[in-house]
Structures are given as C-alpha cells and as structure tokens.
C-alpha cells in the first residue's frame, strides 16, 4: 500500500459516518439531539480523562522526572494558548467553518450557522488529537503499516455518525482537518527516520487529553472553551519534554 492510504481509508470512514448520522438526525427531536450531544460529551470526557493520566506515564517519568511532567504539560498549554490567541487560531476555525457551511448548505440561518460550525470545530479536534493521529500518521508515512490508522478510521466513523445526529453535515467538512493534519504528518513521517521517542508521545496523549476536556465541557454546555487556541501546546509539548531532558 502506498504512504497515505490510512488517512484516505479515514477520511472515508468520516464522510461515510457523517452522512448516516444527518440521516438519522433529521428523524430525531431537538430534545433527543440535545441527550445524544450530552452522550457524546460524557464519553468524550472518560477518553480525555484516561489521555490525561498519560502525564504519569512510567516512560515519561523516567525521562525527564517525576515533578517534570506536570510542568510540561502547563508550559504546553500556557504557551500554546498565548501562540494560538495571537493568531487567532479559533476565530480563524470558525471563520472556515462559515465559510464551508455557505457553500456546502443551503440553509443560511444563524443556528444553522453555529451548528454547523461547532460541528466543524469539535469534531476537528476531536478527530486530530491523540496518539493515533500522531503514531499512526508517522507509521504510515515511514512504510510501517497504516494498522493504527485503520483503528481510528472505524473509531472515528463510529463518532462522525454520532455526532453528525446532533450537529449535521458540519461533522463532515472536518474531513478536510485530518486531510491536512494527517496528511502533513504522513509526509513529516517519510521525511524522518524514526518516530517520537515514547515519552514525547505520552507528553502529546497527556495534552491532547486536556484539550479533549475542553472539548467535553464544550459538547455539555459547560463553558465554551477556545480549545483550537491550545492546539499549539501540541508542538510545544515535545520541545518541552527535550528541554527538560537536557536540563535535568
């Protein structure tokens, strides 16, 4: 198979997950819809709960310590919040996601709008978050199989087919988010050598965990939560985890 068919087989289970799940939303009530998003926040919030503990990761914990990790998790998301709010990351997000809602709906409402785009946004992130994404992306960039992939591919189904139910057809423009971020990763992946060492990776799971919760508490109505401004604490995780590698 060729670099990149895991993201293609993804993608496809996104689409396809989306579709049946705007099928099956249109027959359900508000009221329902509003019970299956309360679902989906809560099971989003045990699989943030289970990424997060990857801070005390024995791998981790041999690397750089065992009060560092809980320090690079906070310098992740203070620094890639401050990048990701200098740059607008969320606004810039939402303003796509309006963009796409324009030209792939005819429903040109103000509640559709919002829900096509939180749609959009949550599923995004949802979607480009996690070691799957990473492993899975690098493996398959350096020729290893594109076996984690084809995981996520059905998990990922699975959940477009959920959350579409709630939130329509914003759930599948974010096929084109893990285009691009699985896709620039499978290239990162056959222009390296090897992949991360673990304890970067389990640095990664740690924050991608936290910026799930914001996640959850954005799906249970509980704050809205810029959560694609941390997104930069994702690259930052790793530099962290080096530097306090080299200074411990």
Known sequence: ?????????????????????????????????DVVTD????????????SA?????PALVAYIGSSAPMLVVLGSLLVGGIVGSLLRLEERVE??????????????????????????VVSSVLFCTGPLTILGSLNDGLGRGADELYLKAALDGFAAMAFAASFGWGVAASALTVIVVQGGLTVVGVLLDDVLPYAHVAALTAVGGLLLVGVALRLLRVRQIPVTDLLPALVVAPFLVALAAAVG
């Open 39 to 50: 679902g989906l926040g809560l099971v989003t919030l045990l699989i943030a709960i289970i």
């Open 1 to 33: 198979m060729f670099p990149g068919i895991g993201t293609v087989v993804n993608v496809a289970a996104v689409l396809l997950g989306a579709a049946l799940g705007v099928l099956l939303g249109h027959r359900l009530s508000e009221r329902t819809r």
């Open 53 to 57: 503990l990857a801070v005390a990761d």
């Open 95 to 120: 303003s796509i996601g309006g963009w796409l809602q324009r030209r792939l709906t005819s429903d040109t409402g103000a509640a559709e709008r919002r829900r096509f785009v939180e749609g959009f």
